[in-house]
């Protein structure tokens, strides 16, 4: 796994990573650490995998510290998007005890979350390696981090799917019922976008399929449709616009849905089900 492609703006990262520390703090802040460490201790400490696993995140949980106490130093011993393994130290980190412990568990919570979001989306991405497809997520994120849990996805070599409602037109099942069918779906949403827009439509069945390509448009999201129906699909499109899968796709099934022929996969889990990969924080002594 290479380094990520692009880092996440400064300004919302603080204003996320402030909040979390906030809650933390509560009223008193950390009366632990204040009660046990001197004001005037110091400390040095390393952030290490207890687990393999992919990178992502090293700036968020950087910032953590430095909004406790900028005289914290952070110097990361790998990069975003590497894949690590059991006992390797991600960062060194020295400066005032006090705050070293105090950001200690808001800088692993968002770097064991977002590791565990790149290193899930590189196993889905290891099983199609093979073939031309990309896995890709969805808007199934944890609310106000959909920023950081979709970098966390391409740090794991995954693709990005909207950002958000404003990003493209996704025309899905209750658009269409609403809409009164197909054709009156994407008449409708052509003459709303302008023209640096996407148009992405959700069909089920074959026959909204050939209603679509009679229609036109950017992208095809073919849901819940088996392989065999996958292939069927992929042929009738002939490359006229890109093909999408979605729908309960798992590592075990993604690979077949991939030799289908299909552009692009997408799959909630990626996000809504990956697990923290297990960081620690231990002190350096002596």
């Known amino acids: 796994m290479t380094a990520a492609p ?3 703006p ?36 390393v952030i290490a995998a207890r687990e393999e696993g992919i990178v992502a995140g090293l700036g ?17 011993a790998t990069q975003d998007g590497a894949r690590i393994g059991k006992g390797d130290v991600l960062a060194h980190i020295e400066g005032p005890a006090r705050a070293i412990l105090s950001a200690e568990r808001v800088a692993l919570n968002f770097l064991g979350r977002l590791c565990g979001i790149a290193s899930l989306t ?34 794991g070599g995954g693709a990005n799917h909207r950002f958000g409602l404003d990003d493209a037109v996704l025309i899905k099942d209750n658009h269409i019922a609403v809409a009164g069918g197909v054709g009156p779906a994407l ?29 036109g448009a950017d992208i095809v999201l073919l849901d819940n449709m088996a392989p065999e129906a996958l292939r069927a699909a992929v042929a009738l ?3 006229r616009m890109l093909a999408e899968a979605s729908g309960g796709v798992t590592l ?21 089900s990956a697990r923290t990969l297990d960081l620690g924080l231990d002190i350096e002594i002596g």
């Open 10 to 45: 400064a300004p919302p990262v603080e204003d996320v990573v402030r909040a979390a520390l906030a809650e933390d703090f509560g009223r008193a802040g950390d009366i632990t650490t204040q009660a046990t460490i001197p004001e005037t201790a110091r400390a040095r400490a």
């Open 252 to 272: 075990e099934t993604i690979a077949a849905v991939a030799e289908t022929g299909v552009d692009l996969i997408s799959v909630g889990a990626l996000t809504h």
């Open 237 to 239: 499109i002939g490359g």
């Open 187 to 215: 008449r409708a949403a052509k003459a709303f976008a302008g023209h640096m827009v996407k148009i992405e439509i959700e069909v089920d069945t074959l026959e909204q399929l050939e209603e679509v390509l009679a229609e």
């Open 60 to 76: 968020v949980a950087a910032c953590a510290f430095r909004l406790v106490d900028p005289s914290v130093t952070f110097t990361a």
């Open 122 to 155: 590189a196993r889905y991405a290891e099983k199609i390696a093979h073939t031309k497809a990309r896995v890709c997520d969805t808007r199934k994120t944890t609310p106000l981090l959909r920023a950081f849990e979709k970098y966390a996805v391409r740090c």
């Open 6 to 8: 692009w880092t996440l």
